[in-house]
């Protein structure tokens, strides 16, 4: 399959000049894709903003929300009103983004509780806008157009396997800083080739795929091994280091490398997922979505295999390994994704797996807790160790129970 340079608009961005019509302000959600999945936001209308202010905003967010909301909403709106109140911006020209599956959990609220939230803090002048494929909040939803959605794709198989590379690389480097050294060196070539809209072609990503793997094949590595962690859980706290505590820095100070699976699988469960609830005409568009994704997964796991990096099988095949062990009707949120990436980790030798997830999520405990005692009891020798973030919870019990899973011997495992 392939798409050529000609079938995209060149809208050219320049991220030092603030010619867009609006400011579009991200909270800060995938640590490893925005990056680059940023320049997908910008058009005629948008200069996107993706939010890096930590200092204070649990306090900031509980101030303007209930804190019986999920956490990564606190975070979120914190972060947001944070950013407003400590730099002047003219607020008729920013808009914040939020981001929602737009399904029966909590999450779907985050638009609502945020338009709330800016208007007790004053900052009402600040529009929203609404990222979602479920046709919700329509006045203020997100127009996508081609260019976005392209670069949008670009934008996240790039940071799965830039993600996957760095987190299976920087343990074990014998010079410090290399392997982050070679992230920033391909985070700004494509960062070029995105900003001048230059070699966006299908068959250009599969052939950069083999050469990101390449690069960090190269890296020079100590002689050991260490074990290996799998990080599962909800959206937020999988990908976010706000969300998760830092936990991939935690694992790795304790001699340990972690593993958080691409997001491009996230991406294909959600069309599985919700593809039977849609019209025909959705249906299709989602089935080719569907084809063109495995497509490229395919191209981004060969490469990874090519050059002995570790890697979960493509989306379908996990789907199939995950048959007997979970429900696929449990499609709120992150759903059976949860339950199946455990499979996954337990199935191909990453036996170690930390679960992740917002303090009273019920998505995530009936898709994922629920299920991780009889996971166990199918997979012998797996240990899930479940682990809460929330504004009130405690830093100390969240690591303890991480160093226990870090620490526990295999052979104890039944």
């Known amino acids: ?149 392209f670069r949008a794709l670009q934008g996240l198989f790039y940071g799965d396997i830039l993600m996957i590379l760095l987190n299976q690389t920087r343990p074990y480097e014998k010079n410090k800083g290399e392997a982050e050294k070679i992230w920033h060196k391909w985070i700004d070539i494509l960062s070029k080739d995105m900003k001048n809209c230059k070699s966006l072609s299908i068959r250009k990503m599969k052939n950069n795929f083999e050469k990101i793997a390449e690069d960090f094949s190269k890296i020079a590595r100590i002689n050991q091994k260490k074990q290996r962690i799998g990080i599962i859980g909800e959206l937020y706290t999988k990908y976010c280091h706000l969300g998760n505590w830092n936990l991939i820095n935690y694992i790795e100070e304790h001699g340990a490398e972690s593993y958080t699976n691409g997001l491009s699988w996230y991406a294909l469960y959600y069309m599985d997922s919700h593809m039977m609830e849609s019209g025909a005409v959705e249906r299709t568009v989602y089935k080719i979505g569907i084809k063109l994704f495995l497509n490229i997964q395919n191209s981004m796991i060969n490469a990874l295999k090519k050059y002995n990096f570790y890697t979960l099988e493509n989306f379908s095949i996990l789907k199939k390994e995950a048959k007997d062990y979970v429900n696929f009707d449990l499609k709120t949120g992150d759903g059976w994704l949860i339950g199946a990436e455990a499979v996954a980790f337990a199935k191909h030798n990453c036996r170690k797996i930390v679960a992740v997830q917002p303090f009273g999520c019920m998505a995530n405990y009936c898709c994922g807790r629920g299920l991780y005692p009889a996971l166990q009891r199918k997979l012998p020798g797996t240990m899930i160790t479940s682990v809460d973030v929330d504004s009130s919870g405690s830093k100390l019990n969240y690591y303890n129970r991480v160093s226990m899973l870090i620490d526990w011997k295999l052979e104890n495992i039944t």
Request: glycine fraction near 6%.
């Open 1 to 149: 399959m392939f798409l050529g340079d000609d079938f995209i608009y060149k809208y050219k961005i320049d991220e030092t000049k603030f010619n867009e019509k609006y400011i579009l302000m991200i909270p800060s959600m995938l640590d490893a894709h925005f990056p680059l999945l940023k320049y997908a936001f910008y058009s005629k209308n948008y200069h996107p903003i993706i939010l890096e202010n930590e200092e204070g905003i649990t306090d900031i967010g509980l101030k303007y929300v209930n804190n019986d909301m999920c956490y990564p909403a606190i975070l979120n709106v914190g972060q947001m009103i944070a950013k407003l109140k400590n730099e002047k911006y003219d607020l008729s020209k920013v808009r914040l983004l939020m981001p929602t599956a737009g399904d029966a959990c909590r999450g779907s609220n985050y638009f609502n509780v945020l338009n709330r939230a800016i208007r007790n803090a004053g900052l009402a002048e600040a529009k929203l806008v609404s990222l979602n494929l479920k046709g919700i909040e329509k006045e203020s939803q997100l127009k996508l157009e081609p260019l976005m959605l």
